[in-house]
């Protein structure tokens, strides 16, 4: 057993999708910072590491501004009770810009580690986005999708191919 309760470890979850699901609908966020210890390390496959909490603000504003209003589904979740952390099957998504219902997305497997006071002091974002990415967001923006500006932020690890 870790050092936390489950239940204390599925209270910061709740509230993490809470804040995650309102930057979404917002196009703020900001807040999704917060969610972290000030000496949070974050791991982004794509992006690179990120130390702190305004390292991690700065790239999230930045990385959400073409389309800040994408969302993340989750499709499972498992409980790492030893180490007091959560690995969540997501999909990113971006919803149709005409057709109610219909959804573009892409899968990405994120590791956050709970520290306590409802912060969260890891994040682990696992994706290919030179792959899945480009093709997600090409069909949405093929099919009337707007993006808000041109990327702010580029990717330093690229995995191009599939298998």
């Not at 590491?49 to 993340?72: H, K, S, T, Y």
Request: glycine letters at 8%.
């Amino acid at each position: 057993m870790g050092q936390f309760s489950r239940a204390e470890v599925q209270r910061a979850l709740e509230n993490y999708n809470k804040v995650v699901d309102t930057c979404s609908e917002t196009g703020d966020w900001s807040p999704f910072a917060d969610l972290f210890t000030e000496d949070v390390h974050y791991v982004e496959h794509a992006y690179g590491i990120l130390e702190g909490r305004e390292a991690v603000r700065r790239w999230i504003i930045d990385v959400m501004a073409p389309f800040p209003q994408m969302r993340f589904e989750h499709d499972w979740i498992a409980f790492d009770d030893d180490n007091d952390a959560v690995v969540i099957g997501i999909n990113n998504v971006l919803d149709h810009p005409t057709e109610p219902g219909v959804k573009f997305g892409f899968p990405n497997v994120t590791r956050i580690v709970y520290a306590g006071n409802g912060l969260f002091s890891s994040e682990e974002d696992t994706y290919n986005p030179a792959r899945d990415a480009a093709r997600v967001i090409g069909a949405w923006i093929r099919a009337g999708g707007t993006m808000l500006c041109a990327p702010k932020v580029t990717m330093k690890h690229i995995v191009l191919g599939g298998a």
